[in-house]
């Protein structure tokens, strides 16, 4: 079996246009839905800095940047570096402009296909796009393309548990949407991860408990860090990967 058709057994229905319409349709609430879980919201950023390893004048593809907020926590770490803030939906970086003004963004048109050359990337940012992708293993081919050897990818994306809590959260609480999609299971993310030549460093399940009290939430995060590689561990609503491009 070839790239191409191995590749295929991953792909979705739907294509990246529709993902950007959607994202386009409800770039106006963005931020604001979010800010109504901000501290799950930001949890991503926080994660992902403890695993980038950031060093000088590094290199950062944060793709898909939304409203760039994960430009501030990546300057926060270290201000030297460069960070490019890549995005499908131009209503999303009309309002990523309105808020971070200075951020450095580059418009995407599809997932299979990036705008940028060979190798310029020393860390790689993927939060909550793989479940997006039409074609998820293109995604990841693209990614391993662009990052320079031994770079780093630190990516998220919901497990395949999380469908129906999500159904439900939408269904109470309205909210943006997540628009086409499909939530993996991390044993199809690490099949996929392994497709595409990245080489799998750590796997970590994160939010057990998205809402509530934060001594509930706080609980949730310790539960979930005691039984890493459990079935408890893939309940969390967050998982993270951290590969390396070798």
């Given at each position: 079996m070839d790239n191409q058709q191995s590749f295929r057994?991953?792909?979705?229905?739907?294509?990246d246009r529709d993902v950007e319409a959607h994202w386009d349709k409800v770039a106006h609430m963005y931020v604001a839905e979010n800010n109504k879980v901000k501290a799950t919201h930001d949890q991503r950023f926080v994660e992902s800095i403890a695993h980038l390893g950031l060093e000088d004048d590094f290199q950062v593809l944060n793709i898909t940047s939304r409203d760039a907020e994960a430009d501030d926590y990546l300057r926060r770490a270290n201000a030297t570096v460069s960070v490019t803030n890549a995005e499908i939906s131009s209503g999303l970086m009309r309002e990523a402009d309105r808020l971070r003004p200075s951020a450095v963004q580059a418009k995407i048109d599809t997932y299979s296909k990036l705008p940028f050359g060979?190798?310029?990337f020393d860390r790689i940012l993927s939060l909550e796009?793989?479940?997006?992708?039409?074609d998820p293993c293109a995604f990841l081919s693209e990614l391993h393309r662009v990052a320079r050897p031994g770079?780093?990818?630190?990516?998220s994306c919901p497990p395949a548990t999380s469908e129906i809590p999500y159904r439900v959260y939408t269904a109470l609480f309205g909210g943006h949407g997540e628009g086409p999609h499909r939530f993996l299971s991390s044993k199809e993310v690490k099949i996929m991860l392994q497709k595409t030549?990245?080489?799998l460093l750590l796997h970590k399940g994160t939010v057990l408990?998205?809402?509530?009290?934060?001594v509930l939430r706080d609980f949730g995060?310790?539960?979930i860090s005691a039984?890493?590689?459990s079935l408890l561990a893939e309940l969390g609503i967050r998982q993270f990967y951290v590969c390396e491009k070798h």
């Open positions: 057994e991953h792909c979705n229905p739907w294509t060979e190798q310029e796009t793989l479940e997006h992708c039409s770079a780093r990818l630190v990516l030549s990245w080489k408990v998205p809402v509530g009290p934060s995060e310790r539960l039984f890493q590689g």
